[in-house]
């Protein structure tokens, strides 16, 4: 039913109604969802130059009823169209800060950092920082251990804001990264203002590295831009020893993908740390 003309209107109405009914749906079940705690988190582990873990990326799954575990994909975009993204984000982050205060109590765990990603509607969100100092204080988390992902398109939003709000969350001491970095359109000098720690080296720029001189160029660059501006770089989507070697030869040492592992739940990435 793609053709353009007249008359088509008619075709197109009932499928629209579809659709319409389909998102509703699908809202009613996300809100139903977060109320249930049906969110879980799995964990992916972040890696340095000698091959010890330093770090996770909490990274969010539905356990459906119905469905089984489903991945953020699918639910993600239509939770930020309709500002769901907001209370699904807290209780994330709310796990995350729990998850971080129960590692504190292990030898083998103590060290690890959790990354959170923050979407726009929740970072631009007013209570933002407030919860998030709240979370910290509830659930015994360091601070220090606390990183947050944040996009420079999502930045970019307002920039101003962005700023006052990252000074307020590095005035409590958490850790700020610029996730899937180098795919947005931010200025050298707009970055340069930025209170962040940590640069992700987006994906794309990974997949191709081994054969690929442009993105040889390009991580390069951002390898430099984080020595530069004093700030940790870290690839993800990495996975195979070739791009691991690579990227080490670049500079760059702290690594996330496949090639580590992949995301998994707490229980079983601590159980790994314990016998390794
Ligand atoms: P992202 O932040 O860029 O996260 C990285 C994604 O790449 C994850 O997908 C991860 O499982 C996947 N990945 C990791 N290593 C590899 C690899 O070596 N190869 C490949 N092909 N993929 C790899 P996932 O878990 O499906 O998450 C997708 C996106 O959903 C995330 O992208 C993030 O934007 C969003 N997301 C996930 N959890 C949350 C959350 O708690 N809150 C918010 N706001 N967004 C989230
Ligand atoms: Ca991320
Ligand atoms: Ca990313
Ligand atoms: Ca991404």
Known sequence: AKSVGRGTIRVFEPEMEALATARSEMERGLRQA??????????????????????????????????GLTSPASFI?????????????KKVLHMACRQ???????????????????SAKEFFDDGFVDYVS??????????????????????MQDVDAAIKK?????????????DDFGTGYSSLSQIQQLPVD????????????????????????IINLGKALNLDVIAEGVETQAQRDVLAQLGCHKYQGFFYGKPEPAQTLTENLMVT
């Open 77 to 89: 975009p239509l939770a930020e169209l309709t500002g769901l993204i907001v209370p699904l984000g």
């Open 134 to 155: 709240h979370t910290l204080n509830e659930t015994g988390a360091p601070p220090e251990k606390l990183e947050l992902e944040l996009t420079e398109s999502q930045l």
């Open 100 to 118: 971080l205060a129960l590692w504190q109590v292990c030898p083998a765990t103590q060290h690890l950092t959790i990354a959170v990603n923050v």
């Open 166 to 178: 990252m000074q307020a969350l590095k005035q409590k001491g958490i850790r700020l990264a610029l």
């Open 198 to 221: 940590q640069l992700k080296i987006d994906a794309v720029f990974v997949r191709d590295l081994v054969f690929n001189r442009n993105d040889i160029a390009i991580v390069q660059t």
């Open 34 to 67: 977060i109320e249930r705690n049906e969110f879980v988190l799995y964990y992916q582990p972040q890696i340095d130059r000698t091959d010890g873990i330093v770090g996770v990326e909490a990274l969010v799954r539905w356990q459906h009823p119905q469905q």
